[in-house]
């Protein structure tokens, strides 16, 4: 069945173009009798693709499930993400990778590509069965944990580059965090609160674009927060490193001094000085940080709700993101349209050798969204079970009303159909 999307702006080819698009997949057929849909005033997007989330199935399902993180993500505009692997029971063989990919074919209403651990449990003693996974896993990874290891991270990379596969690193040296849970900048300093370094993060990168400038390997870079990671990356990326890297949405629009004390402020990495976040929009606008992710890490009311020292680290973003990205970089004259979408679909998709989108013979992942309707950022609307963002209360354009992924709906506000 053809179904006719008629007078929406349509981003294909990296341009947005307004000739409206038909898509030759199973959309609509179990929801509208007509084949062609009026959207105007409306913009049709490739499907975003994140390559940083946390949905906690298995082992943590008070905080979030395979389905209610990716009907969030759907809401979100989303229809490809790629899940962490701090999970109960960390996927570091088949065994425990099984688990969730059933649990992913059960429930997930977009796709949902799982990360193998690169040490077993992650705890950066032991490498995980790299040769087992690597089928079934679309890169490695000990998110939330660095590898403290320089040898288990090398033997890590020469592994992964036979398999063909990225390792994507959460640099953080345990050595220098001091019990640290904020930036150390300048809110600890006055309100008397532990700092973490920004040298605990650009510290391992250096070492990791060395070991991958050495041994040729492919190597992504998760959530950048500072200046100096940026520089790092930068000039790495000039000498010929294969290296790409992430930001996400709450490091390019807070730093330290939009703290409160409130757990839904906290994060890892930490929000750090405005010098950072500045340094990360140059970053965005030069190419040298190729894709935003969210990070996406929900967790319980109870778990956030211990202020800055005692919460757990991680907010919910997959919901807001675009919204606060279109509001606060596009509509201020700081990025084009082109280029948010570029760093939300097409960067990742080209890293990551995936094939979305709305051309002819992609898979049927597009989302739909109204540019013009301003709202307030209100948790209580998410569908992820968690609640903590620090945009709590921000205004907000651009709503999502409809997502397909591979042709199928995955989330609709019921204003098109």
């Given at each position: 069945m053809e179904v006719t999307l008629r007078n929406?702006?349509?981003?294909?080819?990296?341009?947005?173009?307004?000739?409206?698009?038909?898509?030759?997949?199973?959309?609509?057929?179990?929801?509208?009798?007509?084949?062609a849909l009026d959207l105007s005033s409306l913009v049709v997007l490739p499907g975003f693709v994140d390559v940083h989330v946390h949905l906690r199935e298995p082992g943590f399902l008070y905080k979030e499930t395979i389905l209610t993180g990716t009907k969030a993500c759907a809401?979100?505009?989303?229809?490809?993400?790629?899940?962490?692997?701090?999970?109960?029971?960390?996927?570091?063989?088949m065994e425990h990778l099984q688990l969730q990919l059933s649990a992913i074919e059960k429930d997930a209403v977009i796709r949902v590509l799982p990360y193998g651990a690169i040490t077993v449990g992650q705890k950066g003693e032991k490498l995980a069965d790299l040769d087992a996974m690597a089928q079934h896993v679309i890169a490695f990874s000990d998110d939330g944990r660095g590898v403290q290891d320089k040898a288990?991270?090398?033997e890590a990379m020469t592994i992964a580059k036979d398999l063909g596969k990225l390792i994507v690193a959460h640099c953080e040296d345990n050595s220098l965090l001091r019990g640290g849970y904020i930036h150390?900048?300048?809110?600890?300093?006055?309100?008397g609160h532990k700092g973490i370094c920004s040298e605990s993060e650009w510290g391992p990168i250096a070492r990791d674009l060395d070991l991958a400038a050495k041994i040729g390997a492919g190597y992504h870079v998760c959530h950048v927060s500072a200046k100096e990671s940026v520089e790092i990356i930068r000039q790495a990326k000039k000498s010929g490193v294969n290296v790409t890297c992430e930001t996400a949405p709450h490091y390019l629009l807070l730093d330290d001094s939009n703290l409160q004390e409130d757990g839904r402020f906290k994060m890892n990495p930490p929000l750090r000085g405005e010098e950072d976040k500045n340094a990360l929009l140059e970053g965005i606008s030069d190419g040298t940080i190729d894709m935003i992710a969210t990070d996406h890490a929900p967790h319980s009311l109870e778990e956030k709700s211990k202020g800055l020292a005692g919460s757990m680290m991680g907010i919910v973003g997959i919901e807001t993101a675009f919204p606060l990205l279109y509001t606060y970089l596009v509509k201020t004259g700081v990025l084009p349209l082109e280029k948010l979408v570029h760093l939300l679909h097409d960067a990742p998709c080209q890293r990551f050798g995936l094939d979305s989108g709305i051309e002819a013979g992609k898979r049927a992942d597009f989302t739909v969204f109204d540019l013009n309707e301003c709202y307030t950022i209100d948790p209580e609307t998410f569908l992820s079970k968690g609640r903590a963002t620090p945009f709590t209360g921000w205004q907000v354009y651009g709503k999502c009303k409809l997502t397909v992924a591979n042709g199928n709906i995955a989330y609709t506000d019921g204003t098109i159909l």
């Open positions: 929406a702006t349509v981003y294909r080819g990296g341009m947005l173009c307004g000739d409206g698009v038909s898509i030759s997949q199973n959309v609509f057929t179990s929801s509208v009798s007509s084949t809401h979100g505009g989303y229809t490809t993400v790629m899940s962490m692997p701090n999970l109960n029971p960390v996927p570091d063989c288990m991270m090398a150390d900048g300048a809110y600890a300093k006055t309100y």
